[in-house]
């Protein structure tokens, strides 16, 4: 097969083909009398395994799960895979940490115009120290005066400080607390999270299943590779079956 015959089939260009096989994602191709690449169906299974672990995995882990494949290290891959599949499951977690955060809380009331550590400790009757060891945290992020270098709390960080200080009582830790304000932030507020949990959920199960397509297909292209890395082996050429 040429380039294009593996490009065409994904509508990639040739170039990234080259490159694919210049970064060690494809195995290296034979060349013919006049220095063109011959590429084969180990090949195309090759570039149809990395296009299916991308989705799950991300470009970067692909790429050196594949790389790792090509040059016979097998179980560096398999460690790569099986850290992938731990970072899943840590967002899992968290996921599950943030509903069951939020199915805690009580309502959190609007709060209007600026304040400052002192009155708003004063409030929650916390001290300012908690407020800025929870700010190193990550929990808020008070904007500082320009003049006076105070920090100055807006309503959403009001409301930050309050979620914090519900969820403290509720017995979370810091590093379990920090997710759930920063999905609570982005989101601009508790009420709109629901359905940005169900966002979060849904890219995590299509994540999940999108690595199940990725085992499948590399689970594929071992099994064509192995027989073609004994033959190239046997006769110190790199894989020319077909």
């Not at 013919?32 to 991300?58: E, N």
Request: aromatic share 6%.
């Amino acid at each position: 097969m040429r380039p294009v015959d593996l490009a065409r089939e994904h509508g990639l260009s040739t170039q990234a083909i080259r490159n694919y096989e210049d970064a060690g994602i494809l195995p290296a191709a034979e060349r013919t009398f006049h220095g063109y690449r011959v590429y084969t169906a180990t090949h195309a299974q090759a570039l149809r395994a990395f296009l299916s672990l991308v989705p799950g995995h991300g470009h970067q882990t692909a790429t050196s799960i594949m790389q790792a494949v090509n040059r016979g290290a097998i179980d560096d891959a398999l460690r790569l895979i099986d850290d992938s599949h731990g970072r899943l499951l840590d967002d899992r977690r968290t996921l599950q940490a943030v509903d069951a955060a939020l199915r805690d809380l009580a309502p959190v009331p609007q709060e209007r115009g600026d304040t400052f550590i002192g009155p708003l400790a004063r409030r929650l009757g916390l001290r300012p120290a908690t407020l800025r060891k929870w700010e190193n945290a990550g929990l808020v992020q008070p904007r500082r005066d320009p003049r006076t270098g105070y920090r100055v709390y807006s309503a959403a960080d009001v409301r930050d400080v309050r979620l914090a200080h519900q969820l403290r009582r509720g017995g979370y830790l810091l590093d379990q607390i920090a997710p759930l304000i920063a999905q609570v932030r982005a989101a601009g507020g508790v009420a709109p999270l629901e359905s940005t949990l169900r966002d979060w959920q849904a890219r995590l199960s299509a994540r999940g299943r999108a690595m199940l397509q990725g085992a499948a297909d590399l689970h594929a292209y071992l099994g064509v590779r192995q027989p073609c890395a004994e033959a190239a082996g046997a006769r110190s050429r790199a894989y020319d079956c077909t």
